[in-house]
């Protein structure tokens, strides 16, 4: 195998493995997406108080979930690493007590969203937005449990490098979303209409129907079914395996909430701008939330593929794997920089037929291609720390580039004249290039040690 995968900078078998996983993954997270598009549009149709109240909930329960869940991925290359170093048998315990984490982190999450519920008594004066936020969120938290036990299980999926079942159930998610936010947002015969609150209830269910989904996927598989048995056991949890996990785990999660927190605040300063300024931000942040998800994707491809090799060992397998996926995904990025650049006023267009939005939104897409480039760096970099199991800089990196440089810089640029004159919302542009820029390249340096040491301590 090894002598196969020697040479050249793309290698096929590498290639066709890392596509393979990343293609389901691309258009699960491109479909899980269009579930918050459908909350969106259906609370719209609604009312403005409505659709006002799910992004206001949104940004809280959102943040707070989506965190936790980030916790839990770290499961996939964990599993993916027992399995290149084959030692499957402990997957199962793995498993089971990546429920036992699940479950805690949901009691977790079920409090800070339930106490941030009262916040928005305090953000605005209308009483009517405030309380159907606030309710969005209650509902929200039907579905914490749902959602964080997927994760365990997409894990183990994923660490068997099957990412299509995943994609299968978020397709059945957005289908199944589709009818529950019209029932319970407009209501039907007994259902009262719960305006856009309703969307949380939708959520939570989607999300067990989910879980349901993918728990009877497992325990119909032949290869799944005993691993299946194994995670829904009732036994006393394994605290040094629970507590790996969330060391593993825990730095991602916090790092995906200060780069969460850290757009969500910035988005916040531009907010006095005005109607047009920040709905042109909204749309640049859009597309670039898409072409996102291309790299976000490679990145958990190639943390499943570097623990694989990791865990039994194959240098040479390792190195290829990681010359193939650079040249891919910058080949992609720069596919996606070229056509942002030649057609961003009609991708403007697709959103808004306001001159005056297609015109700043065009711009900050000049911005936005040239922000593809450390991100999709600092997203490939994190997936293979994380699959070498060394995730503590990431945290410190998101930490030290987003807080310390990203927030101050962006105020300055934006609402300032003490650098530049005050660029409005280019400023915020460019304060996300410089903290990318920064993680980018702490990250590279630390995976350039970290693959070093990792093979150094095998042999």
Not at 240 to 246: H, K, N, P, T
Not at 362 to 381: E, G, K, R
Request: glycine residues 8%; proline residues 3%.
């Amino acid at each position: 195998m090894q002598n196969a995968l020697k040479g050249g900078w793309v290698n096929r078998v590498e290639l066709r493995r890392l596509l393979s996983l990343m293609l389901p993954l691309y258009i699960g997270n491109i479909l899980h997406m269009g579930m918050g598009v459908t909350d969106t549009v259906v609370a719209g149709w609604k009312g403005e108080v409505d659709l006002a109240a799910v992004a206001m909930g949104f940004s809280i329960a959102g943040t707070i979930v989506i965190a936790g869940g980030v916790v839990l991925t770290i499961l996939s290359a964990m599993i993916s690493r027992l399995r290149g170093a084959g030692a499957d048998s402990k997957s199962g315990l793995y498993l089971n007590n990546g429920k036992v984490l699940a479950l805690l982190l949901a009691v977790v999450e079920i409090l800070l969203m339930y106490a941030a519920s009262y916040v928005f008594f305090y953000v605005t004066d209308n009483v009517e937005l405030a309380e159907s936020a606030q309710r969005y969120v209650w509902f929200m938290l039907i579905g914490v449990p749902a959602n964080l036990l997927i994760r365990v299980v997409v894990a183990n999926f994923e660490g068997y490098g099957q990412t299509r079942p995943a994609m299968f159930v978020s397709l059945c998610g957005v289908l199944i979303n589709i009818p529950l936010n019209m029932l319970f947002v407009f209501g039907w015969g007994v259902i009262p209409s719960l305006g856009g609150a309703g969307c949380g209830l939708a959520t939570s269910i989607v999300n067990w129907c989910m879980l349901a989904c993918l728990l009877a996927m497992m325990l119909g598989s032949r290869q799944h079914r005993a691993r299946a048995k194994q995670m829904l056991a009732f036994r006393c949890p394994c605290w040094g395996v629970v507590r790996q996990i969330l060391r593993l785990g825990l730095p991602v999660g916090v790092a995906s909430l200060c780069e969460m927190s850290f757009f969500n605040l910035v988005t916040l300063m531009i907010a006095p701008l005005g109607e047009v300024v920040v709905s042109a931000q909204q749309v640049a942040i859009n597309v670039s939330g898409i072409i996102f998800m291309l790299p976000l994707s490679l990145g958990i491809a190639a943390s499943i593929r570097a623990a694989y090799h990791v865990g039994g060992g194959r240098k040479a397998d390792f190195h290829a794997m990681v010359r193939t996926l650079l040249v891919v995904s910058y080949a992609l990025v720069l596919c996606f920089i070229v056509l942002t650049m030649l057609f961003r006023r009609d991708i403007v267009g697709l959103y808004t037929d306001s001159e005056e939005i297609i015109s700043l939104a065009s711009v900050l897409l000049i911005y936005c291609a040239v922000y593809q480039i450390p991100d999709a760096t600092q997203v490939l970099m994190s997936g293979l720390l994380r699959g070498c199991h060394d995730t503590a800089v990431i945290t410190w990196s998101n930490i030290t580039s987003y807080w310390v440089v990203g927030l101050p810089l962006a105020y300055l640029l934006i609402r300032t004249d003490a650098i530049v004159p005050a660029m409005g919302a280019a400023g915020a542009w460019v304060s996300f290039i410089i903290s990318l820029f920064i993680t980018a390249v702490i990250l590279t340096w630390r995976f350039m040690r970290t693959r070093r040491r990792v093979f150094e301590q095998l042999h």
